[in-house]
């Protein structure tokens, strides 16, 4: 098993540091956090990952030396006597829903980076260090009846910011999941109920959709693109792309702008006609199963027309 810091990491293998996080982020890379923005790989992970990415054999050696395993151990380490050890108390599982992961909370330092780096810091007289202290204080009420988390963004500025990996995001995510659906602020519960009702946040119907699609992209090759008709439902295509319902609903000529590049590249694309949103409202509010609901839509969608790349412009 090595350890790594994402940045060494990113210099060895000759690419940005944002490119490891998201291949940790998305699995490619498998990996378990640590203290101080550390990562711990199993070396069978890290021989997978290598050939996955075709990266040569001379890197992945150079990467296995950083094996923690093969460390000289300090000698102060090599003469433990176990025998005056005291006897080892056993902590039972904390019943607070909000410390199921110690990274959430206990590890955290107070130091106020995430304070630092959050754009709403200081709103309602909340940051997210203090929402930390609330949590490790046990006010679960407290905090998931407050509005603050509402407010943020969930950008990760916060989480990028603290030195010790604390998983803030996760954390604000799980307060939301935590409010009574009926309290979640209105726009966010009405569009994920109409979503899971009719396929998008806004409740468009399908002829609509299609009629307006069809519309915008007669508009379009008038305008620009001669010969140009908004593929629908195409079975076969690269691409398909889903869309924002405010688009159709307020800004149609909107979709125009990725209508243009996928028509000057000669692209395949395609749009379904039915589940095309492309804001999931369920992530947003913690509502991890009407989340699974519409991700499922669109892997669906991408069976059904054998496309063969999925694209949130969002």
């Given at each position: 098993m090595i350890e ?59 990467l296995a030396q ?249």
């Amino acid at each position: 098993m090595i350890e790594i810091r994402v940045g060494e990491f990113a210099e060895k293998l000759g690419v940005h540091r944002n490119t490891v996080r998201n291949w940790i982020k998305n699995g490619t890379l498998r990996a378990t956090s640590t203290v101080a923005k550390k990562y711990f790989i199993q070396l069978e992970d890290l021989r997978r990952f290598c050939r996955f990415q075709s990266i040569p054999e001379s890197v992945f050696t150079q990467l296995a030396q950083w094996d923690v395993e093969s460390l000289p151990v300090k000698e102060e380490t090599m003469n433990i006597n176990t025998t005056s050890a005291p006897e080892l108390r056993t902590i039972g599982i904390r019943d607070n829903l909000l410390r199921a992961d110690p990274q959430w909370a206990d590890v955290c330092l107070t130091c106020g980076s995430c304070a630092s780096a959050c754009p709403i810091s200081g709103v309602d007289g909340l940051d997210p260090r203090k929402i930390v202290r609330m949590v490790v204080l046990g006010r679960t009420k407290e905090v998931v009846d407050s509005n603050w988390t509402w407010k943020c963004t969930l950008c990760g500025k916060c989480e990028e910011a603290c030195p010790m990996n604390v998983e803030l995001v996760k954390l604000f995510r799980r307060i939301r999941g935590l409010r009574e659906r009926e309290k979640v602020p209105g726009p966010l519960h009405k569009g994920v109920l109409m979503a899971l009702r009719r396929g998008n946040n806004l409740g468009i119907p399908k002829p609509e959709f299609v009629d307006l699609l069809v519309e915008v992209g007669e508009e379009l090759a008038e305008e620009c693109c001669p010969g140009f008709a908004t593929p629908v439902d195409v079975q076969g295509a690269n691409l398909l792309v889903t869309v924002n319902s405010k688009e159709p609903f307020g800004e149609p000529d909107d979709m125009k702008f990725w209508w243009k590049i996928f028509h000057a590249a000669g692209e395949s694309w395609t749009i379904p006609s039915e589940n095309w949103e492309g804001v999931n409202w369920g992530l947003f509010t913690g509502d991890d199963e009407a989340m699974r609901i519409m991700v499922g839509r669109l892997v669906d969608n991408m069976y059904r027309l054998e496309a063969k790349k999925l694209v949130l412009p969002e």
